[in-house]
Every structure is written in structure tokens, then in C-alpha cells.
């Protein structure tokens, strides 16, 4: 089974900022792969924020985006508020088959 | 106002079966490819399984570890997504989400989450 990793933590200032990353062990991430991006705060469900690589919800902030960076998936956010600090979590479809979410980012807004 | 209330969660022993169920509101279940999600306590999230909508065929996949032993369902004349466990063991022990939104895209609209607890 493919293993999908991420940073297990990163930092940003308020209004700064800051990309995640979610690679996979069966190589480039690509937009075949249909990589997903969910926000979770402790103790709720999660919120799915980029589904398709770089496609938004209607509930999505505008300052949240996705895309592929390298060989790899990545979910950039622009302008961070203090509601943004939560953990988030890729998830990469393989052969829209079975799908694999990342050990989750734990982001820092400070 | 789109809803997912998950319910049937219980404290289950090792062995035992469990059947979950999801009722969907406010927007087209009968069209939307659906997933369970479950998050073991202080863990993070982990796939279960996939049903596509009955005019996709209705088909089922499954994460390896479940494989066998899970199946899903649903029934979209009352808006229901069922989650059917069986050979429980104590590392089936999570909150279990379910999730859906559209055709194809099987993780959009979240459940609050049910828990299951496998334990002697």
C-alpha cells in the first residue's frame, strides 16, 4: 500500500503565508492522483477544502488554494488568521480505487 | 441545509458486528458517490471504503484493512448510507465519519461522526 506524507508541522505568522506538501511513495504526485485537502479542529469532523487538486467549495476561504508543486500536491494558504491553526490532511486516489490520507500537518498560526 | 447524522456507534466486543448507518439531507444523495472515514482515538484520518451511486453501478472498494470483513450500502430511497462491520477487532476502535457530496467526488459533505468502540 502507498505511503502519503506530510510535514508533521509548520508555523506562520498572522498574514503570512505558508504551503503544505503531500508526496506519495509511488512517485509524482499528479492530477490524476485527484488530491484532496481537509481542515480538522480539535474534537470536530473534518471540512473538506480542496477537492481535485485545486478546485474550492463554496465554503472554502478564497485564501486557501491548491495546486502541484513538483512532485508533489500542495495547499497554500495566503493571508493566515488565527482560525486557520488546525491540522490538515491530504488525501491521494489511486486508480480511483483506494484512496490514502497523509499523517496530517499540525499548523501554528503565531 | 445539508445534513449527515451518523448513528448506531456502540461499545461492541472483540468478534461482534455493528451496522452504522448515515441520513443525508439537503442535497442529491441518490447522484452522490459516498465514503466512511473513521479516526482511531489521538490518531489521524484513515479511508474505509467507497460506494458509487446505483446509476455508476452501484460498485464498492475498500481499504485493505477492512477488506472482507466491511461492506457498504445504501438505500436512497430513504437517503441512507449504511456502514455493515463484521470480525470486529479492538483496532476497528474510531470515531467513523461519513461523506459525500457529488458524482465522483466522494468527500465533500461531512457527518459529525459516530463512535464505535471494540472492547471486552
Known amino acids: 500500500q502507498a505511503v502519503v506524507t506530510q510535514e508533521p508541522s509548520l508555523t506562520v505568522s498572522p498574514g503570512g503565508t505558508v504551503t503544505l506538501t503531500c508526496g506519495s511513495s509511488t512517485g509524482a504526485v499528479t492530477s490524476g492522483h485527484y488530491p484532496y485537502w481537509f481542515q480538522q479542529r480539535p474534537g470536530q469532523a473534518p471540512r473538506t477544502l480542496i477537492y481535485?487538486?485545486?478546485n474550492r467549495h463554496s465554503w472554502t476561504p478564497a485564501r486557501f488554494s491548491g495546486s502541484l508543486l513538483g512532485d508533489k500536491a500542495a495547499l497554500t494558504l495566503s493571508g493566515a488568521q488565527p482560525e486557520d491553526e488546525a491540522e490538515y490532511f491530504c488525501l491521494i486516489s489511486y486508480d480511483n480505487v483506494y484512496f490514502v490520507f497523509g499523517g496530517g500537518t499540525k499548523l501554528t498560526v503565531l | 441545509e445539508v445534513q449527515l447524522v451518523e448513528s448506531g456507534g456502540d461499545l461492541i466486543k472483540p468478534g461482534g458486528s455493528l451496522r452504522l448507518s448515515c441520513a443525508a439531507s439537503?442535497?442529491?444523495?441518490?447522484?452522490?458517490?459516498m465514503s466512511w472515514v473513521r479516526q482511531a482515538p489521538g490518531k489521524g484520518l484513515e479511508w474505509v471504503g467507497r460506494i458509487k451511486s446505483i446509476a455508476d453501478g452501484g460498485t464498492t472498494d475498500y481499504a485493505a484493512a477492512v477488506k472482507g470483513r466491511f461492506s457498504i450500502s445504501r438505500d436512497d430511497s430513504e437517503n441512507r448510507l449504511y456502514l455493515h462491520m463484521n470480525s470486529l477487532k479492538t483496532e476497528d476502535t474510531a470515531v467513523y465519519y461519513c461523506?459525500?457530496?457529488?458524482?465522483?467526488?466522494?468527500?465533500?459533505?461531512w457527518g459529525q461522526g459516530g463512535l464505535v468502540t471494540v472492547s471486552s
Open positions: 481535485g487538486t485545486n
Open positions: 461523506s459525500g457530496h457529488s458524482r465522483f467526488w466522494s468527500l465533500g459533505y
Open positions: 439537503g442535497f442529491s444523495f441518490s447522484e452522490a458517490w
